[in-house]
């Protein structure tokens, strides 16, 4: 906890960051990891509310209001039990943030839940936040980030057996290659979803591949045989399992498929069995269904009919602000007036073709500016990370730095007063010696020629009084001294 802090409030030295934001950061990490004794029953409250926050985000139509307040009564009920935060709940709040449009804060929490998930050997919430990973550095432009993180869940979900994620991973993938203009990988990842999802016996991911596969063969670089095949295998599935949704589309599309090949009748009964369907559905399908049925109508030569089903589809796609139904619809009504030479309804048709047109453009224009500025965002967040994370890696490497200087300075010092004990022993040594050459210096100035000749004067007075004691004694020291 104290490092977790200490790294914390190294983001200070961040231009534009105040130490109140890094209090507040450092107390937001830091709340979630009280821990204390926690009841079968707080967990399982605790598991429904991010269970329910997380299964209301699957529903295609949820509402996000009603996500937050499951999020909140989830982080209110950790925080009145001091319970831990679980990886779940880390993951429920990067789906709420990315949702939001707070792509920063997204990440934080995927990357805490992945930490979490994996502390805790949580194999699934592992796969989970991967493939959250993935959905996000895709929509933040880090395509190999993106398909890294997808990667990594299939391996896992295939080491450790478990199902549910590898199919969506490769949808991920699939999402990836079409972003990037490969229709080849795109179309590759979808067989791969495909097969997944049939070994899970995943009815929702089957339709959903097969769906997208029968749509791109059907449209560029296209296939009428295959289309066919994939689109009324998607329709035969869709039909068993009372999926109005993937039916209305899968029979358009397949429509699609054969107003392409000019065969209109087959086309004609498979739009109307699709607006049958759409009708009756919040999808907004039956405006695509119905301008194209006044495009068949048209190019039979019947362009009363043709009109009946234009006017049609313009209300059904202006009640769904469909811009870009609206604006091929006009387009071919524009086509077809021009073809009856009536050419104030051809530039009535024209003009609003291109005032929808615009609007379009100007819709995708301001979507790019969007998903730019998200990148942007991601950038910077990523810079300032790698910011931080360099000025830790400096302060590691000044440390180590100081350590080591500290570490040469102490070896200097003992090798100086090693070096200062050596040479006072050895001026101690030389003075020892300087006293004995003064000692023996002394010595032999004090054995003169007047000494011996006295001392060799008494001992011949000795000899000749034949004090033989007296001589022996004498010349005994005599000799002694001299050595």
């Not at 309804?345 to 615009?358: G, H, I, R, W």
Request: overall charge positive; glycine content about 4%; aromatic content about 10%.
């Amino acid at each position: 906890m104290k490092a977790l802090k200490a790294i914390l409030l190294l983001m200070c030295f961040l231009p534009g960051i105040s130490l109140a934001s890094v209090e507040k950061s450092v107390n937001s990490k830091i709340t979630p990891l009280i821990k204390s004794s926690v009841s079968s029953s707080d967990t399982a409250r605790l598991n429904y509310l991010i269970k329910s926050g997380l299964k209301h985000m699957s529903i295609k139509s949820y509402s996000i209001d009603q996500v937050k307040a499951y999020m909140d009564s989830a982080v209110a009920f950790c925080e009145k039990k001091n319970i831990l935060f679980p990886a779940t709940l880390f993951l429920l709040r990067a789906e709420y943030n990315f949702e939001t449009g707070d792509f920063s804060r997204s990440e934080e929490e995927a990357k805490l839940a992945l930490t979490k998930a994996e502390e805790s050997k949580d194999y699934m919430v592992q796969m989970k936040t991967l493939a959250f990973l993935g959905k996000y550095n895709m929509t933040t432009g880090f395509y190999q980030e993106s398909m890294n993180c997808y990667q990594k869940s299939i391996q896992l979900s295939e080491q450790k057996g478990i199902k549910g994620m590898i199919p969506a991973c490769y949808y991920g993938v699939a999402n990836i290659f079409i972003k990037v203009g490969d229709l080849n990988s795109y179309r590759e990842n979808l067989r791969l979803m495909i097969d997944a999802a049939q070994k899970e016996n995943d009815t929702a991911n089957i339709q959903e591949g097969l769906l997208r596969l029968g749509t791109s063969l059907a449209d560029k670089e296209r296939d009428f045989r295959r289309a066919d095949s994939i689109l009324r295998k998607c329709i035969q599935i869709s039909l068993k399992q009372k999926d109005e949704y993937y039916t209305a589309y899968a029979l358009a599309n397949l429509g699609w498929n054969f107003y392409r090949e000019k065969m209109y009748d087959s086309s004609l009964v498979c739009y109307n069995k699709s607006l049958k369907i759409s009708l009756n559905g919040p999808w907004g399908s039956s405006a695509n269904s119905l301008g194209n049925l006044g495009t068949i109508y048209r190019d039979l030569g019947n362009p009363d009919k043709a009109i009946k089903y234009y006017i049609k589809a313009i209300d059904q796609a202006r009640k769904i602000h469909d811009y870009y139904s609206l604006s091929w619809i006009y387009e071919d009504m524009n086509k077809m007036y021009l073809m009856k030479n009536d050419t104030s309804k051809a530039y009535d048709t024209y003009v609003l073709f291109k005032q929808y047109s615009d609007s379009l453009k100007m819709k995708e224009s301001s979507e790019g500016l969007y998903e730019a500025r998200i990148r942007y965002e991601a950038d910077n967040h990523n810079k300032e990370v790698q910011l931080l994370s360099l000025r830790l890696k400096n302060n590691h490497i000044l440390t180590i730095g100081f350590a080591g200087l500290a570490i040469v300075t102490i070896a200097i010092g003992l090798l100086l007063f090693r070096g200062s004990k050596l040479k006072t022993k050895r001026r101690i040594s030389e003075m020892n010696e300087k006293i004995s050459e003064l000692t023996q210096a002394n010595l032999r100035q004090q054995m003169n020629p007047h000494f011996i000749f006295n001392t060799l004067n008494s001992i011949q007075y000795y000899m000749y009084q034949h004090d033989n004691l007296a001589t022996n004694n004498y010349l005994t020291k005599f000799s002694s001294l001299l050595r």
